[in-house]
């Protein structure tokens, strides 16, 4: 094990010791608070990005292993990170800086616990990023769910205990089904580690097969619950409009922590050599995505506040990932991650945009959602400060049609190319793979259709926003916030600008998580470290 | 042994998902809570049962795989336990918080209309 490879471990703890940290200090630190917990994204994302450039190049198989306390795998907990997982790293960290930035002149001096909690949501994201055993992901979803419940409360008023009362027990009761699942799969396999379960499972027979589909089937009840796939996702518009913007933004990314769970533990465990259980279940996420991106659409149409608006779009880009994961091809798979990362950094940069919209219609609207009289905050926050940016209106403007054209896959942004980069890999999916089929058609359909409802949702929103608003004043705008949305942006136009080396390298990791033996060799060959030899003891 | 198990974890799962389909919070919490004790037998129970049977060898004696327990479930049942205490107390202050802000303890934080 080179040094390298203790770097896996650094996205959990690295957010935990912070959040440790955080906890105790009370009101008033504000600037050390943001301060400690912006240096820690900072951290993780230089962590991540050097994690992506060694699984990429630096590693052999492009994936460092860490086994926690040093237990080989089947018995320990393994961490893994590779070129997937480091992706999602990345992402993860970009989005975080831009939250945190956002919420620095206000929604971070708000309650008390609002930087500990981020910091432990980000803990749980990272670990359930990297973790390679079952149940060990269980405890990192509920680490991220339970500090999601937090920062869904933040900034306390009636409507957000509503959304909580209802995200909360779906939530919970998904984590049981969750815990089922993980039991019915323990009960046939005997094992939790998912490299270990890889190649077991192509081993069963007779009733342990029937267990293990009932298992999965309700072990993925509860990543589908966080993936919002429909009808499991009714609960999401209501609970994204109402958290408060940073906070929104980072359960845009959650919606993506189910998917990926699936992409994991499906193309580890169900790939084409496992036997009778080869591709169990594709059709479902197939059908199922295809259906959520109908329910997503037509919510997009039905709805005309902003905040419900970018949930469906959330449920859009859910699940169209979903459908691509069932559709089981590499190519196409590799597309659609390219997708997943331009569609999250667009509504995430949406949720981000969303209030500072908002302060055109009614201004001070923003200041009266909250009740910050609740936390009995000494210094309240004061009217974000600065005077009102003549440019406010071109720049709020210019922004939204740039998230505009992303969610909705116009050129020249980040949604066309990977929409097109879709399109292009269902109809030409590889020399081997098979020609496409009504499926294939149907989700092409699917996506144009839903591009064709977020471009009259959004439309119609802009419209009513800028052009007929009747302005009186142009909105104060903190260049704190309006800095993270342009960062977001610029991430988009860079993802446009560099879409030939970022999909390459998705499609590398594409590759590597479709060959699950690699896995299998890789996690369950790597020896523990042997103990110190007995060196001579000081004298 | 297995039948009387199954049908309490069955009865106790069935019980909780009534009350989580009610209307009024403290029902909800309760229907939770049942649910996870019987998610938690079923942790349990998936481990193969047995009577008398140490998950651990005893000291002082030699160690026989077959006469124990597996102590992989136990592990994960304490973990469970921990996470469903803390999150159904979570659950709890969220629901009194609700109680008080919005003058009612029905679960969409409003009286239905008449």
């Known amino acids: ?539 | 042994m297995e039948i009387v198990l199954a049908l309490g974890i069955g009865i106790v799962f069935g019980a909780g998902i009534w009350l989580v389909l009610r209307p009024r919070t403290f029902q909800v919490l309760i229907g939770l809570m049942l649910m996870s004790y019987a998610v938690n037998l079923f942790i349990f129970a998936m481990g193969r049962l047995a009577v008398d049977r140490p998950p651990l060898t005893p000291a002082g004696t030699a160690a026989d795989p077959t006469a124990l327990a597996d102590p992989v479930p136990q592990a994960l049942v304490l973990t469970a336990i921990v996470i469903g205490f803390a999150t159904t107390a979570l659950y709890l202050v969220v629901m009194i918080g609700a109680r008080g802000m919005a003058g009612t303890d029905h679960v969409d934080g409003e009286e239905p209309e008449e």
């Not at chain 1, 590779?82 to 960290?93: E, F, Q, S, W, Y």
């Not at chain 1, 769910?145 to 995200?167: C, I, P, T």
């Not at chain 1, 302005?471 to 104060?476: D, E, K, L, T």
Request: overall charge neutral; aromatic content about 10%.
């Open chain 1, 1 to 539: 094990m080179t040094w390298t490879e203790h770097l896996v471990i650094v996205p959990v703890l690295l957010p935990l010791l912070c959040g440790a940290a955080l906890a105790p200090l009370t009101q008033g630190w504000h600037r050390l608070k943001f301060a400690v917990a912006y240096a820690s994204a900072l951290g993780l994302l230089a962590n991540a990005v050097a994690l992506a450039w060694l699984a990429d190049i630096g590693w052999p198989h492009g994936m460092g292993v860490y086994l926690a306390a040093n237990w080989a795998a089947p018995f320990g907990i393994a961490l893994v990170a590779d070129r997937l997982a480091a992706g999602m790293l990345v992402l993860t960290a970009l989005l975080a800086l831009a939250a945190l930035h956002y919420a620095q002149p206000r929604w971070g001096r708000i309650g008390v616990h609002f930087h500990p909690l981020f910091q432990f949501l980000l803990m749980g994201i990272n670990g359930a990023f990297l973790t390679h055993d079952l149940f060990n992901l269980f405890v990192f979803f509920e680490v991220m769910l339970a500090a999601s419940y937090g920062l869904l409360l933040h900034g306390y008023n009636v409507e957000r205990l509503r959304a909580s009362l209802h995200y909360i027990a779906v939530n919970l009761v998904a984590s049981l089904f969750f815990l089922i699942g993980v039991a019915l799969i323990y009960a046939t396999t005997g094992t939790l580690n998912m490299a270990d379960m890889a190649g077991r499972v192509g081993t069963l027979s007779g009733d342990d097969i029937a267990l293990l589909k009932a298992g999965v089937a309700i072990l993925s009840l509860a990543f589908l619950v966080k993936a919002a796939m429909w009808p499991l996702g009714f609960w999401l518009p209501t609970t994204y409009a109402a958290a408060c913007p940073p906070v929104a933004a980072m359960l845009v990314l959650m919606t993506k922590v189910g998917a990926y769970a699936i992409l994991r533990v499906w193309l580890l465990a169900f790939a084409d050599g496992a036997g009778p259980l080869a591709h169990y279940g594709y059709d479902a996420l197939l059908w199922g995505g295809m259906a959520t991106i109908v329910f997503g659409a037509a919510g997009m149409l039905a709805t005309d506040t902003a905040g419900r608006l970018a949930g469906y779009a959330a449920i859009v880009s859910s699940g169209t990932l979903l459908a691509v994961i069932g559709y089981g091809e590499p190519a196409v798979v590799a597309a659609g991650l390219y997708y997943f990362v331009a569609s999250t950094v667009a509504i995430a940069a949406f949720m981000l945009l969303i209030e500072l919209v908002d302060r055109i219609r009614t201004p001070g609207a923003a200041m009266l959602a909250l009740t910050a009289e609740v936390y009995a905050v000494e210094d309240t926050p004061a009217e974000p400060k600065g005077r009102g940016v003549p440019a406010a209106m071109a720049i709020l403007a210019l922004a939204f049609a740039a998230c505009a054209l992303t969610i909705a896959g116009l050129p020249p942004l980040s949604g066309f190319v990977a929409k097109f980069g879709l399109f292009h890999a269902l109809v030409n999916p590889g020399p081997h793979a098979a020609p496409i089929g009504p499926a294939g058609w149907t989700l092409i359909a699917l996506v144009i259709v839903s591009g064709l409802a977020a471009i009259v949702s959004l439309m119609r929103f802009g419209v009513r926003t800028f052009w007929t608003a009747g302005i009186v004043a142009p909105p104060s705008l903190h260049g704190a916030e309006v800095l993270p949305v342009g960062a977001l942006l610029l991430v988009s136009v860079l993802l446009t600008v560099g879409a030939q080396p970022v999909s390459d390298y998705l499609a590398r990791a594409s590759a590597d998580i479709h060959r699950p033996g690699l896995y299998v060799d890789r996690v369950l060959r790597t020896p523990a470290v042997p103990n110190p030899a007995p060196a001579a003891e000081a004298p």
